[in-house]
């Protein structure tokens, strides 16, 4: 095919480089107008692309054109070791990613043939298989011609086993893949994350991925197995702990047009399922902002995420195991507002700041609007701060209770006659502010009456929890709260 520069086999490639080096660590010395001649980049694909960042990983460089001939190697000679064993042929590759891999010789029947040599021979033969100029594209990378033999699910995850021409647009009984890509597939286990799943988390820029999967290739040379991910059970918590961690490294803007999948996958004899999870990138500068800012405020807020609220030593334990109303809320694109507040304790669960950023970056609330409706909320406070503690229980319970329109409205007519009652000059708002409260933000399902009635508890909760709290356990509240919160008193 034309337009298509034949690349350099491997040994081409050292020999070439050798030329260029006095010291004998081989370097691609690449220019950007001469791209083709990188023996490996990124393509956007998940599995060879978490192969590039084992290899970029082991040799601790950051991007694909400094790779050496040494680094190649090396990488080479630690896979084969590893791969050699048991726990990883026959436990980890054939179970879960490669079954039956005649590449990584990891079909149990093969035994006694797998060691380290061969396997290193048979991933150095790929990078020096000739290409085919008549075979078509690569379907991953673009930028080689095609394996003439199809790639099934034995070397290449969730690619088919063959037999179904049908299956592939190609119409081929398999997949068309170049050796180069396929040699980063291999790759792949020493990347991704073990758990009852193979997880591989592919970011954008790609520099994100080192940040991501460095833990599973560290996990890799301590422990000589593949990385259990501290032994987490979801896919999902897994990557909102990775990203409270990152976020505390990370600047913002490091973060403003970043995008995160995370591929959930098993490919094996008994099947091949694959659950893609997307994380929307207002949802990752939120959570890496709540790690710089204020961490024990996410905590509060996930900690709400549970069916039961685990005590201080239980968090460990509930955030590696058991699935998070948070977490898939915020996936789908829910609000969580409520969970920004503990109506059993009367507490707002993170700082004002935390609050603002979502409701602004998140929900897409105005920072105008929100300003407004905490100013609302202070003359709100100024108002029933005044009155008796039994008092003031019962009408921040007239909020708290309030389900439906009518009794929203309710709240703040009484408020008002408290206002007049105690002689506050000023109106707790115009009758403008008023119909802004009720019906402005009404049609958005995101900015409801109930996101004002969250945002309104959450300052009165920030600024008379003490007295709240005491007034409640006189009035013997708790329990009823208690309730209303188990049954899921969410908007």
């Not at 299956?167 to 040699?183: Q, T």
């Not at 109106?427 to 502010?433: G, K, V």
């Amino acid at each position: 095919m034309k337009g298509i520069t034949r690349e350099k086999t491997l040994e081409e490639f050292l020999r070439t480089s050798k030329k260029k080096s006095k010291t004998g660590i081989i370097q691609a010395q690449i220019s950007s107008a001469a791209k083709e001649e990188y023996l490996f980049t990124w393509t956007g694909h998940p599995f060879t692309d978490a192969g590039l960042v084992a290899l970029l990983l082991l040799s601790g460089k950051k991007r694909p054109e400094e790779l050496t001939e040494e680094d190649i190697k090396n990488a080479i000679e630690f896979a084969s070791e590893l791969y050699s064993r048991k726990k990883w042929s026959s436990g980890y590759i054939h179970a879960m990613m490669l079954p039956n891999s005649g590449i990584l010789m990891a079909n149990p029947s093969m035994t006694k043939k797998r060691t380290p040599d061969t396997i290193k021979a048979k991933l150095f033969s790929l990078l020096s298989e000739p290409e085919d100029p008549n075979a078509p594209v690569c379907e991953i990378c673009g930028r080689r011609h095609a394996r003439p033999k199809p790639v099934y699910r034995s070397d290449f995850p969730l690619v088919g086993t063959g037999g179904v021409p049908n299956y592939f647009p190609s119409g081929k009984d398999g997949a068309n893949i170049c050796s180069h890509c396929l040699f980063l597939a291999q790759m792949m286990p020493l990347a991704a994350y073990r758990l009852s799943r193979v997880l591989v988390i592919h970011a954008y820029p790609y520099e994100l991925m080192l940040e991501f999967h460095k833990e599973a290739i560290d996990d890799v040379k301590k422990t000589e197995l593949a990385s259990v991910a501290r032994n987490f059970k979801r896919p999902e918590n897994f990557l909102f702990e990775k990203l409270m961690d990152i976020g505390t490294k990370l600047e913002m803007g490091r973060l403003e047009n970043a995008s995160i999948t995370l591929y959930y996958f098993v490919n094996n004899n008994q099947g091949q399922e694959i659950e893609p999870i997307y994380i929307p990138n207002p949802i990752l500068r939120f959570v890496a902002f709540a790690a710089r800012v204020d961490r024990k405020g996410w905590m509060n807020i996930v900690s709400m995420g549970w069916r039961k609220k685990p005590r201080e030593e239980e968090f460990d334990e509930f955030k590696k195991r058991y699935p998070n109303n948070v977490y898939s809320k915020l996936l789908s694109g829910e609000s969580i507002l409520y969970y920004f507040i503990d109506p059993q304790n009367r507490r707002a669960n993170s700082s004002w700041r935390l609050l603002s950023f979502y409701c602004s970056e998140v929900l897409g609330l105005d920072k105008e609007a929100l300003e407004f409706i905490k100013g609302v909320a202070d003359r709100i406070v100024e108002t029933v701060e005044k009155l008796p503690d039994n008092k003031l229980s019962r009408r921040v319970r007239e909020l708290e209770k309030a389900g439906k329109l009518y009794q929203f409205e309710g709240f703040f007519i009484r408020v008002e006659k408290d206002r007049q009652e105690f002689g506050i000059p000023e109106a707790l708002m115009s009758f403008n502010d008023f119909a802004r409260i009720l019906t402005s933000y009404g049609e958005d399902l995101n900015v409801s009456w109930k996101t004002v009635k969250n945002l309104l508890l959450f300052r009165i909760y920030e600024r008379l929890h003490d007295r709240l709290m005491k007034a409640s356990e006189e009035a013997g509240e708790s329990e009823e709260v208690e309730e209303e919160f188990e049954e899921g008193g969410e908007e």
